[in-house]
């Protein structure tokens, strides 16, 4: 099993997971993350005290899924979470070597 | 630490329990008349003329004490007045809009809410004022009144018992609240810039106006006087309708949200739009019963109207999304007491307590349908229905003011003469008619006028990454909630 | 855009100091009496017959101008009061509740004191108000009032210089919150329709005819005139005594929450509580201040009685809690507080500013240890302590207010004659046991006959599910705080 | 559920309607006057002594009926205004500043204004009434008033139309504010223990004596009978310069929070702060033209003003900003505004509306290069600004209503006679600086000494793992909002 | 060294936190996540507009344990976090080739 | 590529990322998060009832590099976020098997 981690822009949460149900892949976790990059920041002013913010707003997806998944999830988030433009983000591969649904103690891509 | 607060707090206790024997001293004496030191020994002396002359004499300095007297209670209540609507704008609509939008708009939309405090603040001392208040013609007041020149603290033809400053700042509220309910219908998308110079150019091009028809002197819809009288006790027409559907206008002018309907954009804080609904309910109360211009009779009347309006508007509102979504909602039932309060704005001053629970029943309903059904067959997107709320309730409380007012409470046309259609004055729903459409016209005509001529020169949008970014980030430079600590 | 700014600002700027000397113009007179003007020049004329005459006319005129007078201040005072002590239920009460429970409670709990907002107002005008004042026998008012029948605007028996209508909608007000408050020993458990029938019941049942027992004409513990007089200035008894023993009564009877005591249940946002705790404060001052239903010296003593049983009551529960943890929270602070202006209710139009010092240090500490120490021992959940805060702080001060209160500040025995223990009168204490005891008595018997009527029909308790997943989700399908965006 | 909603609610709207016509039996008569009743017929009978006699007498007893009647009206004002300058302080200034500071200090900086509500409350009780509104000498009262002693309900020589306990009452508000506001200078890292301590004793040293010398009897700045008369018609000496001058000799003496200024410590929620701002514009309109300690023109006028100077500043700050940085910000706005109403506090009962505006806008572009430049020149660390803001704000606006200040607004010097500069009377604005450096020396001399003192004995400063912590953590045990659920 | 990943009820969470703690985990660390499965979401009214919510709250609870620790947390996790009901949630392992602990360097298992 | 997952006390948030940036590692994401560990926890109070917080705010750190980056990385990190006292945090490292720039299906370290 391959666990996918997906740092996007959050405006393409949505787009994304509807991608991944499409696809079959119904199981992921969403965090809400703040990224640093090559994407370029603003700043803020607080009377009159500059902030520049560096860490911007992102989501991180992961969905672990077995491992003929996998190159068709990773087009999937691609795909689906691309403008184009610099921020977009990463996709992660790392291997699981083991997964249990708590429920009911499935193991493995059963459990997926 | 402990310790020491503990003596700290006996010492405290001590003094207390030590001064109560001291404090026998004070003899409050709330039953004797507070003045009683006044009153001069009434020793008859001298001839009968002697007596009347200096009777008369004290009689007319009386009469200039009693009206003093009448004066400080009616002030009283129109300064508090005055303050509750302004609280309406800042915070009340600021958080009923703020909570509404997502997180990275909500510092956007209260700014535009308190820049109207600001701006139009300046620009009726300036001009509006004089616009809508200032003797002119049937539409529009003339320009003595600039710069409030010749606005003093005497008591004046439209409030004779307060200081004529008084009831101009408390109409200034009103020009405040207006324009800001606007804002409504563009949330998340306008730029700040180009709504302030439409919000300016609209105050002088469509509520002075308006204001003027209906409250001015010789103004055209004007109860009292006018040429059709159309009964606004505190703002259904001016205030409602005009910034309702300007709204609707704006929205379709302005265009939908990107991503709207699909993505979802649920308010990001129900709690904050709660906070905010419970103030515009309070403040309610001096933007209607202030309306009486005193604290008499009718003030309690319009009070109590206000208050059973938005009560029943509520349940109203909130039966209706029971019975079709299966469950009640306080973003409903907030909702549903703002309807209310709207559509019962042009009567409070009016109808009878029942007929004010009749009124926001009512309205509780429509508006409900209106936002809920009506909004979606159109397909405009009103981020935070102005228009459904106060356009539609503004127009529906404008034409149930024709028809459940009743002379017993005011009797504007003459004692005893009937008022609305229930009394038997069927007439005065066409002059209600008549007020609206006025009001829908120029609302209309001038919001488009001054929307193009806006988007011509500054643009009205932001551009996608701008709106995508949030305006709180990209036109403001700062965010409503810090994350990292 | 920034040069644009400028020019704009600029111009402002110009026109306004243009403006100054235009405003040379403004004579605002504030010295010379408003209404100068009207004095008729005094010139004596005709017989003196003629002359007496005409002074016998100005004056019985003048004599129904300086009552016209006198009920605008007053009731400049009572509507201000009306709406402040609306703003308690709607957002003070909200808000300090709201805080108090976990985030996916929040909107239930608002959502409840909104509810009373609503329903308690209609239900008022149908048939309560004329439970609690209409003329009826010792225990309860008649029927002559449904609909407000002849409930208008001149002045009544009960507030001989304010409109009846004002005394209706003040009155209102006490009858939203004291349900709301009980709300707290529920919170994040019970089903809103549940709660809603219930209320209304309890509305009925209980609050109508203890309100009619202590406020109403011919009732049982009127203080002026009842058997057993009671001194409850402003609702010790009517509103914090019932509304905190039906509190602890469903508190034992619904049980406890989900995973109460164990699982962790702080507030999820002690400033939210902290706004709604102020608010309470400020609106509370309509609440005591405005039982005097005038704006006189009365009304100032009870003013000045509530500001100082809050704040002793602060410091109170904080050194006691201090004390006892070793640190001094922001929620102890503003629980003393509410506290304290609980306790001082009944008896601030009695007692002397140090009187109040003393009943609110008392108040704080007593409460404080209520709400830690007793409750723990009992067991039970009282989620919000409506119960250690409302009914122990009420039964106290009513207590209290027989011992502290002054016929020097409210001779309601007449001038001179003693009314509180401290004045020699230690009958008064017995009769204010007598009527916190038939205050209790009421709420427990009429609380549990409703408990089991609604339990029986529709079942008070939500699922485990529906408790589990929020009652904002689940009955009211929505979130007070959107994540996502 | 959803069929008996329906059911249910289709009752109310039946019992509704068919109480309607059951209303027309309320004849609510707004128009006759309230007592008609109680005219006595006028029937001519006795002789003329007689009726002459019976007048006279009836002539005296109505005398004490206006005087009744004016103070009704007065009071009213003055009870709202009390409550309106305690809701500045909470949750007003506490929302305004706990917004700016980092989530985990928010509950430690609301505690701070809490515990001013509180303690100040009682400690004026005590003393410091007595110490500031006492007969004393040209510097502090005397202590005969202690335990408010002979401060009873009877009007007096401070405002003739009110109770003495209502102008004890208001002041009292002031007297929490004022260290409220210092505050803000030493966020996020003072001792909850010794900043108590500190405002204790800084109430008696520090602001009773300022009070006294400005608005107490016999007082050296005394604008009517003072040796050096300054115009300070609400506070701009007594509260602002003190406090913000205060503030600044503390910030500079506790030193910099942990990583000022490299460390980001942006607002938490400017949502809050905003919430904040909005009620302190409203509550300032009690602090004002409640002021006028009466609800007369004089109360207009200074509302008025207040108002203007508020909407010109907030537009003054904005645009400066939005000139400098690019952006106009929310935080902006409501800082120009608080900073308008400073400026304008001392004026308000003297200036015009346009010189209001003046004021307004002078205000709001000077306090934003303090905020904005200056502090960063100095680079001391006044958390939220206090100096900036009131330090500064109330400096200027001091200044500039020795040379706005009309008599033909409020004749203090004498109908006619010349009061500010722009009349021609130049003195005066010497004598605001005298004031105003009075104001500055005592509060430097006052707060430094304290601090020592303080600093000496408890230690002013948190430690360093408590700072990191957070305040409310550490020195609370509670946090502001809870993340788990 | 092994990573366990669960994402669990956060109603669970105190009491897998005490059942690790229990047998000796003492480290963990826990994140806010949104988790979309089988189990099914629910739908929420605004003004009438319905929002249907599939990302429902979770929370992810990592604690990296040494090898021979890896079933007995892994069970105390599942009999912890169990209802039996749609949504308990899964567990991931994954391998952690080193571990520091900042204060001191300590590296390996004795960071743990 | 490796990934290094460090869970930090906030406060060394800001040196951290400067300290990373330093070296030349630009990319990271930032999750809020809540640990628990040998660091004692505190006690609350609300209305006198007794919480003991012993989930304390932590930040957790992600970066992906390339392995010869590995040590210079953690040793920043080190570095930076070390305090001394309990609490400071644990580095985890992981291998991670493929990278994918979203914008523009970079793989591998091309895509860090
Ligand atoms: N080496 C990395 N390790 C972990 N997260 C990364 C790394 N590089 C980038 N990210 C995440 O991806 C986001 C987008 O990266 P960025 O370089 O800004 O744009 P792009 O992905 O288009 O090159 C960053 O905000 C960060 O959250
Ligand atoms: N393949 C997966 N990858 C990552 N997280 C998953 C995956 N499948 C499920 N989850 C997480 O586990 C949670 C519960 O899964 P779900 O299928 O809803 O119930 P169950 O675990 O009982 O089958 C989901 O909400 C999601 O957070
Ligand atoms: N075995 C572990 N697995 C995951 N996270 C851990 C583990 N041990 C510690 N942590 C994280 O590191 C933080 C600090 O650990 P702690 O033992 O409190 O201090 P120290 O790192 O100085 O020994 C914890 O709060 C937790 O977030």
New binding site residues.
């Given amino acids: 099993m391959q666990?996918i981690e997906a740092v996007i822009q959050p405006s393409k949460l949505e787009a994304v997971k509807d991608a991944l149900v499409e696809i079959g892949?119904?199981?992921?976790?969403?965090t809400e993350a703040r990224g640093h990059g090559r994407q370029k920041g603003h700043t803020e002013f607080y009377r009159g005290r500059e902030y520049s913010v560096d860490l911007l707003p992102k989501v991180k997806l992961?969905?672990?899924?077995s491992d003929d998944l996998l190159d068709k999830t990773v087009q999937a988030i691609i795909t689906a979470a691309r403008t184009g433009t610099i921020g977009d983000g990463k996709i992660f591969v790392t291997k699981i070597d083991d997964?249990i649904?708590?429920?009911?103690d499935e193991r493995g891509e059963l459990?997926? | 630490m402990r310790s020491m607060v503990l003596k700290i707090w006996l010492a405290v206790l001590v003094a207390v329990v030590a001064g109560c024997p001291l404090m026998s001293g004070v003899r409050a004496e709330a039953q004797l008349p507070v003045v009683a030191a006044w009153i001069v020994p009434q020793v008859a002396q001298g001839t009968d003329a002697d007596r009347i002359a200096s009777l008369e004499k004290k009689l007319a300095e009386q009469q200039v004490a009693v009206a003093a007297a009448q004066t400080s209670g009616d002030n009283s209540w129109m300064l508090t007045s005055a303050a509750l609507v302004l609280l309406m704008t800042g915070p009340g609509l600021a958080l009923f809009y703020g909570g509404l939008v997502r997180k990275k708009n909500v510092l956007s939309v209260m700014m535009q809410s308190f820049a109207m405090m600001a701006v139009v603040t300046v620009l009726w001392a300036l001009v509006t004022y004089s616009l809508a208040f200032g003797t002119g013609n049937a539409f529009i007041g003339g320009l003595h009144n600039m710069f409030l020149r010749g606005v003093g603290l005497e008591p004046s033809a439209y409030a004779p018992t307060i200081p004529l400053q008084t009831f101009m700042i408390y109409q200034l509220m009103f020009a405040i609240i207006t324009p800001a309910l606007i804002t409504g219908a563009f949330a998340e998308r306008v730029k700040f810039s180009a709504m302030l110079v439409f919000m300016v150019l609209w105050t002088i091009v469509v509520y002075s106006p308006m204001a003027h028809m209906v409250w001015g002197v010789g103004g055209l819809l004007n109860a009292a006087t006018g040429k059709f009288p159309c009964l606004d006790f505190a703002g259904g027409t001016v205030v409602h309708v005009t910034s309702g559907v300007s709204a609707l206008v704006m929205a379709l002018y302005v265009g939908k949200r990107a991503g709207y309907p699909k993505t979802p954009m649920a308010p990001h804080s129900v709690v904050l739009s709660f906070i905010g609904a419970c103030l515009l309910w309070f403040g309610w109360f001096g933007f209607n019963a202030g309306s009486a211009l005193a604290a008499g009779t009718l003030a309690t009347s319009a009070f109590v109207a206000t208050h059973f309006g938005a009560a029943a508007a509520a349940i109203g509102w909130t039966a209706a999304e029971w019975i079709r979504n299966g469950k009640p909602s306080a973003l409903g039932a907030i909702s549903g007491a703002v309807a209310g309060l709207v559509a019962i704005t042009p009567a409070s001053g009016f109808v009878t307590p029942m007929g004010a629970l009749a009124i926001g029943l009512i309205a509780g309903v429509v508006c409900f349908f209106m936002v809920v059904k009506v909004k979606v067959w159109f397909g405009y997107d009103d981020s935070l229905d102005a228009f459904g709320v106060h356009g539609a309730g503004g127009t529906l409380g404008a034409i149930l003011t024709g028809i459940f007012a009743k002379s017993t409470i005011y009797p504007i046309f003459g004692v005893g003469k009937a008022t609305g259609l229930l009394e038997g004055n069927g007439h005065q729903v066409l002059n209600q008619a008549v007020g609206v459409a006025i009001a829908w016209a120029l609302a209309i005509v001038g919001t488009l006028l001054l929307l193009v001529i806006v988007d011509r020169t500054i643009g009205l949008r932001v551009s996608a990454e701008e709106e995508e970014a949030g305006l709180d980030l990209s036109l403001h430079g700062e965010e409503g909630y810090e994350w990292s600590h």
Wanted: glycine share 6%.
């Fill in positions: 666990k892949v119904q199981g992921m976790t969403i992961e969905t672990v899924v997964a649904r708590i429920r009911n459990a997926l």
